[in-house]
C-alpha cells in the first residue's frame, strides 16, 4: 500500500487507538473527568491527525533522499522523535487550556504520554509496516 491510500489507512488507526489511550491516562493517570479528558483526547487526536498527515509527508521526502533504504531501528527510533516531539510544541498549550492545568503541569502531563507514545508509535509503525508493507521512500 503506498502514497495517499496509505496515510488515510494509517492515520485514523492509529488515532483511534490514540484516542482510547490518552482519555485513559488523563482519567485514572491525570484524575480529570471523563469528559474533559475524553474531549481533550478528542481535540489532541485532531491535533496528531493534521500532524502526521504533515509529518509522515516530509519523513518520507527526507527518507527518499537518503542512501540507505529500509528502515532500521535507529531510523524508527528518529521517526518517533520527531512525530513525538512536534506534538509536544503543539499540545502543551492545548492541555493546560482544556484541563485548566498550568503550562508546567501540562508539560509534565504530556512527557508522560510523550514516554507512552513512543513506543506506541514504534511500535504501531512497526506492525503497520509489517503488515501492509514499508512505503515506496524505504524501498529498496
Avoid at 482519555?23 to 485514572?28: A, H, K, T
Wanted: hydrophobic share 55%.
Amino acid at each position: 500500500m503506498q502514497g495517499m491510500k496509505r496515510k488515510v489507512v494509517y492515520a485514523p488507526l492509529f488515532e483511534l487507538i490514540a484516542i482510547g489511550l490518552t482519555s485513559s491516562l488523563l482519567m485514572f493517570g491525570a484524575g480529570h473527568d471523563a469528559s474533559h479528558a475524553g474531549m481533550a483526547a478528542v481535540a489532541s487526536s485532531s491535533v496528531a491527525f493534521v500532524w502526521n498527515f504533515v509529518f509522515n509527508s516530509a519523513f518520507e521526502a527526507w527518507e527518499a533522499r537518503q542512501h540507505t533504504r529500509g528502515r532500521n531501528w535507529k531510523r524508527r527510533v528518529v521517526h518517533a522523535i520527531g512525530f513525538e516531539g512536534g506534538l509536544v510544541v503543539m499540545l502543551v498549550p492545548l492541555f493546560a487550556w482544556w484541563l485548566r492545568i498550568s503550562l508546567w503541569y501540562a508539560l509534565v502531563l504530556d512527557i508522560g504520554l510523550l514516554l507512552l507514545f513512543m513506543v506506541y508509535t514504534y511500535i504501531f509503525s512497526l506492525t503497520f509496516d509489517r503488515i501492509f508493507g514499508l512505503p515506496a521512500s524505504a524501498q529498496g
